[in-house]
């Protein structure tokens, strides 16, 4: 359902200079659940929000009662809205959850966390390994978490090589080992590898490791106690001080960290706020274990309740991960039963949701307050120094404001090969990764800089007067007077004004503080290494150099990898990796001879000598078309 017409500024309940009229909106609307989405006269998406009662949620934008100021100002720029009738409120709920994470609304709280989360790895082959994961969960195998943080899925992995002793290595080395590795040496692998252990008896050990970490270690240490005996009672008493030894390591793990005499499997979120900063610290606990601590710094856009701040992120945290039986909130929030009823639905089983908590509950919330002071105090501190930087840049480079966004070039190659230029962008909060951008530069003599430079100058700036995109307050450009010049001539052929352009040439023995600025005038800066406007523009500078090389180097392998043999016709994909596959490479290839070349399946002796003629820089026979089964 949709109808477009936003509201005033002081009195929202009007028609308002945008044309929308709120009340004749909301007197067509349903009383069922559903989503609702706040549009400006652009289009984009100003706010979303979920509610039990469409008509009644709306309504109460439009009415008379004071609001406010966020969303005074929020409602006088709506120009049109948007509904969708759900079935629950649950459902609302998850649909605007899936909305604010892809729209990314202006007045919505957003939950900012750019970093995948860490678990623990149970692989599904043979001979199981166990390791740390982050990023897509692409690899066959189960995954326990998610955990707070690498460190923390290093504790586990280091408990559970000492107690069940399963291989943490890699296939390819797995594959090829030939006798046992330190990590059986001294412990903590039983060298499936070579065989030093049975396929049951380690399947048994993976077995006890999925028990362990689905947090039933009581059940397993009851299943281990009771074969001990039956081991004591067999007279095999090498394998029942085996399981002693066992059974106790899992005992004394769990009286050091059990958190309240039962498996408990909670998590403790505290929200701070100073002004319209906020930090949401999770205090997270499975079977019992402490998994550690971490923030989060939602981005407020204004608001400066906490209650608001906290709800917005446990909907949006948890609709990404899967809760745990229990969550402790440190103060009560809008919806708290919807929030507990959608994660029972979505779990599959019983999950609690409590505010208001006592005994050790309670003390975990003020110690999750304590750390989420602290660690909102380091983000505001680190964010006061790089206000200081930018302001002492604005200082030294004689700008009438604080630059907004400053970009910085940089040129990677070795000896002219796979030369990539790389733009990093900074703002006010420092890095921009999402904006950052790399080019491929073809088409000049290898290693002129000069020519590299020109080309991704002009690609980038091109762009952005025909697309009328945005432009930087600051270009750096890491580099001499020719450099400078370069990107010069960029911006008045283009006709760009109004950035200004910054060479950093490097100081006397590329000592980092004695960096020369070099202006388009001719001046030439040298502010010394106390200078914090300086150390910005190194801190980008740097960052611009990371990203070209990272880009260099993989654009490098991957030409090297790829090989000539993408230029012979007759060798498709599936003939290219059978022959790197049975030469090991490349380098065997080329040292392989026709003949050796011939035994390859599906390469006949005329492919031979082309491959082989190819690869030597001979005169190659004459081509055939490429076999249509090979592609």
């Known amino acids: 359902m949709t109808a477009g017409s936003g509201a005033s500024g002081g009195k929202p309940a009007r028609r308002g200079a945008t044309g929308f009229d709120g009340k004749a909106f909301v007197r067509g609307l349903s009383t069922a659940p559903g989503v609702y989405r706040m549009l400006a006269a652009d289009g984009a998406v100003l706010y979303v929000g979920k509610a039990g009662a469409l008509k009644k949620r709306v309504a109460s934008y439009f009415s008379a009662a004071p609001k406010a100021p966020r969303t005074v100002a929020m409602l006088a720029q709506v120009a049109a809205m948007e509904v969708t009738v759900t079935r629950t409120e649950a459902e609302a709920l998850l649909l605007e959850n899936q909305l ?37 969960r692409n690899v066959p195998g189960r995954y326990f978490g ?45 060298a499936p590898c070579v065989g030093l252990v049975s396929a049951r008896d380690y399947a048994e050990s993976v077995r006890r490791v999925s028990l362990f970490l689905e947090g039933r270690s009581d059940d397993l240490s009851r299943e281990l106690a009771a074969a001990m005996e039956a081991a004591s009672e067999r007279l095999d008493f090498e394998e029942a001080a085996r399981l002693r030894d066992l059974v106790a390591g899992i005992r004394t793990l769990q009286a050091r960290q059990y958190v309240d005499g039962n498996a408990a499997e909670l998590d403790v979120l505290a929200c701070v706020m100073q002004g319209a900063h906020a930090c949401v610290l999770l205090l997270a606990f499975r079977d019992g274990r402490s998994l550690g601590t971490r923030a989060f710094f939602p981005k407020t856009n204004g608001s ?17 991960q899967a809760p745990p039986r229990e969550i402790v909130l440190d103060r009560t929030i809008e919806d708290l039963e919807l929030l507990q009823d959608a994660f029972t639905l979505s779990a599959g089983r019983k999950v609690l949701l409590k505010a208001n908590v006592r005994g050790d509950r309670a003390r975990y919330v003020e110690l999750a307050q304590r750390n ?36 910085c070039f940089d040129i990677s190659h070795t000896m002219g090969e796979a030369t990539v230029a790389s733009c990093v962008v900074f703002g006010p909060e420092g890095a921009v990764r999402g904006q950052y951008r790399r080019y491929n ?13 020109h080309q991704a100058l002009e690609r980038r700036f091109r762009r952005a007067v025909d697309e009328g995109g945005v432009l930087p307050d600051v270009l750096l450009i890491d580099g001499g007077k ?68 990272t880009g260099h180097r993989g654009r490098r392998q991957k030409a090297r990898t790829s090989s000539r043999l993408e230029d012979i016709p007759g060798i498709g994909p599936r003939r290219r990796a059978s022959l790197l596959k049975h030469f ?25 000598k082309r491959i082989y003629a190819t690869l030597h820089g001979l005169q190659a026979p004459v081509t055939g078309a490429q076999d249509p089964n090979d592609a």
């Open 100 to 136: 604010i994470k892809s729209l990314r609304p202006r007045y919505n709280v957003l939950l900012r966390d750019d970093k995948s989360y860490p678990y623990v790895l149970l692989t599904q082959e043979p001979w199981p390994r166990i390791s740390v994961h982050r990023g897509p």
């Open 146 to 190: 998610p955990y707070t943080s690498v460190g923390a899925v290093r504790e586990t992995l280091n408990m559970m090589q000492k107690l069940f002793k399963l291989r943490t290595c890699e296939d390819s080395v797995f594959r090829n080992r030939s006798r046992p590795c330190l990590q059986h040496q001294i412990g903590r692998c039983t």
């Open 304 to 320: 400066t309740d906490a209650a608001e701040v906290l709800a917005a992120f446990v909907s949006q945290y948890y609709a990404e």
């Open 372 to 407: 989420a002071e602290l660690a909102l105090s380091s983000e505001l501190g680190s964010q006061a120094t790089q206000q200081a930087r930018m302001e002492s840049l604005r200082t030294l480079l004689d700008l009438d404001e604080v630059p907004q966004r400053i970009e």
């Open 441 to 453: 530069i073809a088409g000049i003599e290898p290693g002129d800089d000069y020519a590299a430079m």
């Open 482 to 549: 020719g450099q400078v010049a370069q990107a010069r001539g960029v911006l008045a052929d283009l006709g760009i004004g109004g950035v200004m352009l910054v060479g950093v040439a490097k100081g006397p023995e590329r000592r980092a503080g004695h960096e020369a600025l070099l202006l388009p005038d001719g001046r030439e800066l040298r502010p010394g290494p106390d200078s914090p406007g300086l150390q910005l523009i190194q801190q980008v500078r740097d960052e611009a150099h990371r990203f070209a090389i």
């Open 584 to 608: 090991g490479g490349l380098p065997g290839l080329k040292a392989a001879g026709e003949e050796q070349i011939a035994q390859v399946e599906g390469v006949n002796a005329a492919l031979a």
